[in-house]
């Protein structure tokens, strides 16, 4: 856990000091969020933060490469792919006489506090560094390029890593930056050449890159429900080529109209020799005489856009790594800032570097099952639900239990994932499974058929279709209708209807015997407003959603004179929505429920938005949540907004609207889906098993009806009678909640005076968030 002071006191402590960030080796998207987030933290602590141009080379160079920074050096970056401050490979720096260099460079500025934005080679040549630091600074002295009183002032080199990698193979941190984006440009190909191979019956082998970690080629084929997978961490066995192929033609036969099979640029056999993708066309053309074609993806991984996770990551270790800098002392080990859960925490940088390299000598000495134990829990069970899923045998006997399956709430991206990887297990389990159409509605008017689930993890909305409609009104025909198919178990995929649907259900047991059956809430809600979980399905997607609107509208800026957009997003009471896109826009403000605000905020933002203007910026971003306030409307703030700023700025609004639920699941919401279907039919599976007697399921216990949910890293269940205490019923979500810590973070980096320890009493623990009214 991150360390606790009084940050009062840190603001003060930058006054006096220098810091430079530099971003090295390879670019990752979000690189720029990151360099925004520490120049601005930087400058907010009152320390001056110098800009170091093309990595490494830029340090050893000196003279223009580094660069004193203002608020407006970082300006429009966030929205940027690649790094706009450079990134070079180096191979002064790996000299003695490089290293001199930079630190004479660095001295002459008065740096003594490094940010590295870059992968474990980077990070490992700013280790060396900081250790050699002292002895550099005695040959610069000796060498009569400093004086010896230079040199005791600058006696110690602080240095703070920030992982900026696409492969995600850094050990110790959930995430690295970069990752999440070229999931996201990943799936959007694979999204497209399905379509292309379902029309000519083709059989595609996609290339990703990952050097020799996996982890993109893993999350793509369980976001795509892919047919083969080869990865560098789990060779395939001896005569994979026949197995492979007799998959390939016994998904033919089943209708599928196409194959995809994808393979990690670092791809091996068991005995280490690499598995080409040209190889396996070729095999897949020979042996079976499929249209196939490779398609290597390449570069395009590492650009576009950044997602919103990777700026709202960047933007939290960011901030983070310059509380670690202006709180070292000359003993505290160097770190890199890493994300648990949904927290940023310090990691020992060395000890994660060894840990990184330990992958790669297990992977070396054939030790594959203790390599993929090595690359951190959540890749080991990503490649165990996808073996769980892709290498299905067939059913040995048919189960006596039924399960139905329903969406309840507005649809949202992500449920059918989560459908398609529920209904696929519970199959090889034997069980037998109904698809309810329309939510509890369906579910009373005995709504049940079934279809195939092929090709459902990529399509957004509800296939199944959904409705808001509670089951209190037609708790009756619920009951007939679960006798009638002799129902099991209930699978509910859906928002705030769907807990307290399941709630209802739980409550009338008594009343009903045929309602004392496992029932499992899987939240899916673009407001993340379900109580027992940190995400909902969808969410992820609607962030990126309006993100992307936003950053299109601010755009349309460009070239104009100064403008002030007002723009509304989805969420009903729950702020989520706009926090989260505010801080992936780089939002001035976000207007929500649970942060009450008043007439004087409002003029103080309009205030700050005039001093911007004044100062060479074009546009201004401000957000509100649909139900922040009963009388600050959209049109209020709008009209406050045009009145206030007249003769300085114009306003327009935006209402994003419905475009919010977001097409096309995020690779995120895929991949959670995909979990959390698998995870609910385990736990369903379980609790039938235990509480079968009598020739039927009879389960009465409250925790034998709950949310399946995502709390820091754990999954688990909640039994939704302990939820309900902590539920807001009237406003719809619960009455605490993770997310609002990020909200001094949000105005801090929009240079609002918010108070540091208001910050860090809320980047602690956030089951201490404060709640909101």
């Not at 034997?430 to 939510?439: I, M, N, P, R, S």
Request: proline share 3%; aromatic share 8%.
């Amino acid at each position: 856990k991150m360390s606790s002071i009084d940050l009062e006191k840190l603001k003060m402590t930058g006054a006096g000091r220098a810091m430079a960030v530099l971003t090295s080796g390879g670019d990752a998207q979000g690189m720029n969020a990151a360099v925004r987030a520490v120049t601005r933290m930087g400058i907010y602590v009152g320390a001056k933060v110098y800009l170091i141009y093309e990595g490494y080379q830029g340090m050893v160079d000196g003279g223009d490469n580094i660069k004193l920074a203002n608020w407006q050096s970082v300006s429009n970056i966030i929205q940027q792919g690649g790094t706009a401050i450079g990134s070079a490979r180096c191979k002064a720096f790996t000299t003695r006489e490089g290293r001199i260099a930079a630190a004479f460079n660095l001295v002459k500025k008065g740096i003594t506090n490094l940010c590295v934005c870059g992968g474990d080679g980077s990070l490992t040549g700013a280790n060396i560094f900081r250790c050699e630091w002292s002895s550099l600074l005695d040959e610069l002295v000796q060498k009569g390029r400093i004086t010896d009183t230079l040199a005791k002032q600058h006696a110690h080199l602080n240095i703070v890593g920030l992982v900026g990698s696409i492969d995600n193979d850094f050990c110790g941190t959930d995430m690295t930056i970069g990752a999440d984006s070229a999931l996201h440009r990943i799936m959007e190909i694979i999204d497209a050449i399905m379509t292309t191979a379902q029309s000519h019956q083709r059989t595609f082998v996609l290339e990703v890159m990952g050097r020799h970690c996996g982890y993109l080629a893993l999350v793509s084929a369980l976001a795509s429900g892919a047919d083969w997978l080869f990865i560098p961490e789990a060779p395939p066995q001896e005569g994979w080529e026949d197995r492979m192929c007799d998959r390939l033609e016994g998904s033919r036969t089943t209708g599928s109209r196409l194959n995809i099979i994808i393979i990690a640029e670092g791809a091996i056999d068991i005995n280490g020799k690499p598995i080409s993708s040209t190889y396996v066309k070729d095999l897949v053309v020979q042996r079976l005489g499929y249209d196939t074609r490779v398609t290597v993806l390449g570069h395009v991984q590492r650009g576009g856009t950044p997602s919103a996770f990777d700026r709202i990551l960047s933007s939290k270790l960011g901030v983070e790594a310059v509380v670690a800098l202006m709180e070292a002392t000359p003993d505290t080990p160097p770190c890199a800032i890493g994300l648990s859960g949904n927290q940023a925490v310090r990691l020992p940088l060395m000890e994660c570097v060894e840990m990184t390299k330990l992958v790669q000598i297990a992977m070396d000495e054939k030790r594959f099952e203790e390599a993929i134990k090595l690359r951190g829990g959540s890749f080991e069970n990503n490649w165990k639900i996808y073996k769980l899923l892709s290498f299905q045998k067939p059913v040995q006997s048919e189960s006596k239990v039924s399960l139905a399956v329903l969406n309840v709430g507005a649809p949202a991206a992500g449920m059918n994932a989560a459908v398609r990887s529920a209904v696929r297990l519970a199959l090889t389990h034997g069980q037998k499974v109904y698809a309810v159409h329309d939510g509890f509605q369906g579910l009373a008017d005995g709504k049940m058929e079934w279809h195939s689930v092929a090709g459902w993890t990529g399509q957004g909305g509800s296939l199944l279709g959904t409705k808001r409609t509670l089951p209190e009104k037609h708790m009756e025909k619920i009951v007939e209708t679960i006798s009638k198919f002799n129902i099991s178990a209930l699978l509910v995929i859906g928002g705030f209807e769907g807990y307290a649907g399941v709630l209802q259900l739980f409550e009338a047991r008594g009343r009903y015997d045929e309602l004392c059956i496992p029932m499992c809430l899987i939240p899916a809600t673009v407001s993340n407003n379900v109580p027992g979980t940190d995400f909902s399905l969808g969410a992820d997607t609607a962030v990126n959603a309006a993100m992307e609107g936003c950053d299109k509208i601010k755009q349309s800026a460009s070239g104009t004179k100064r403008r002030v957009f007002v723009v509304e997003t989805m969420g009903g009471f729950c702020g989520y929505l706009a926090t989260c896109t505010g801080i992936a826009v780089g939002a001035d403000a976000a207007y929500i429920f649970e942060d009450p605000f008043n007439i004087q905020d409002l003029k103080t933002n309009v205030d700050h938005l005039t001093e911007k203007m004044k100062k060479d910026v074009q546009r201004g971003l401000v957000l509100r949540n649909e139900k922040c306030h009963e009388n600050y409307t959209t049109d209020f703030i709008h009209r406050l907004y045009s009145s206030e700023g007249k003769g300085i700025f114009d306003c327009r609004v935006n209402v994003l609207g419905h475009l919010q639920q977001g097409g096309a699941p995020s690779p995120f919401d895929r991949n959670f889906g995909t979990k959390l279907g698998v995870r609910a039919i385990q736990w369903i599976s379980e609790r039938m098993t235990e509480n079968f007697r009598q020739g039927r399921v009879f389960a009465n216990s409250p925790s034998t009806a709950c949310v399946l949910g995502l709390n820091r890293k754990v999954i688990s269940f909640s039994p939704v009678t302990e939820l309900k205490a902590v539920t807001d019923f009237e406003h719809r979500m619960p009455r605490v909640q993770w997310w609002f810590n990020l909200r001094p973070m949000l105005r801090m980096l929009a240079r609002y005076q918010t108070s540091f320890s208001l910050y860090e009493m809320e980047r602690g623990d956030y089951t201490k968030a404060i709640p909101y009214r």
